[in-house]
């Protein structure tokens, strides 16, 4: 069955090529574009929709405000917040708002298209490498940000982290799906499960999103410089 999509963003531009995206996908369907937040809110009065695109700032009621409203009337839909840029407080009020993730408008059609999948399948939590990695580096102490050079091995080790486990670690930060991870890594998909699940265990974490913010933190994963 088909994932069906609502895409809402002011820019025109923006709604073309997030549509696009979705609908070069034979196992997505866009079922409605709009330009804001109110009409996004009229069309999810009736059934139809899985995943919302909602952009973080819009004319008239703002994305996260929106998030919130969709996630209590209709808290059997998913919503990933798009912006161009973030700050950690965003992020941070847009999870809180019940977002499935958070994401840069330049991510990757791929990208995207995985965090759909991973939204409507309530696989965890989605956000972009380079914001996960803000939001590491911002907690860091002075003197964690001071240590926090290549010590991956020593990581990885301390934490009896496998290597296959540290290659699922690298996929999942890339904010790779499980199919994407085990498409790459010659998996299968209850395999990449598995490690994740494995993950969550060594790194005491209960989403991706904490995984990848730990794997920041504790110098597993190289962070992308943000891009904020």
């Known amino acids: 069955m088909s994932i069906h999509v609502l895409i809402c963003d002011d820019d025109p531009i923006v709604r073309e090529a997030l549509a696009g995206y979705v609908d070069r996908d034979p196992g997505l369907e866009v079922v409605a574009v709009v330009d804001n937040a109110e009409d996004a809110l009229e ?40 912006t161009t840029f973030g700050t950690d407080e965003q992020v941070k009020e847009a999870i809180g708002a019940g977002a499935a993730g958070f994401l840069l408008k330049s991510t ?31 907690a860091m102490t002075p003197e964690q940000a001071e240590n926090s050079g290549p010590r991956a091995a020593d990581a990885a080790e301390s934490l009896g982290l496998t290597e296959r486990e540290a290659e699922v670690l690298e996929l999942l930060c890339a904010a790779e799906s499980n199919a994407g991870i085990a498409s790459t890594l010659k998996l299968s998909e209850s395999t990449v499960k598995s490690h994740v699940s494995s ?3 060594k790194l005491n974490c209960t989403s991706r999103l904490q995984i990848a913010v730990r794997a920041f933190e504790r110098g597993l994963v190289t962070p992308p410089r943000p891009s904020l």
């Open 43 to 82: 069309r999810l009065t009736e059934p139809g929709t899985d995943v919302v695109l909602m952009d973080l700032a819009l004319p008239g009621m703002d994305g996260i405000t929106a998030t919130r409203i969709i996630r209590t009337r209709r808290p059997d839909v998913a919503v990933l917040m798009l």
């Open 199 to 201: 993950l969550m265990t």
């Open 108 to 138: 990757s059609a791929a990208a995207l298209v995985a965090a759909v999948r991973t939204a409507a399948t309530r696989a965890g939590t989605v956000i972009t490498p380079e914001l996960a990695s803000h939001l590491a580096i911002s």
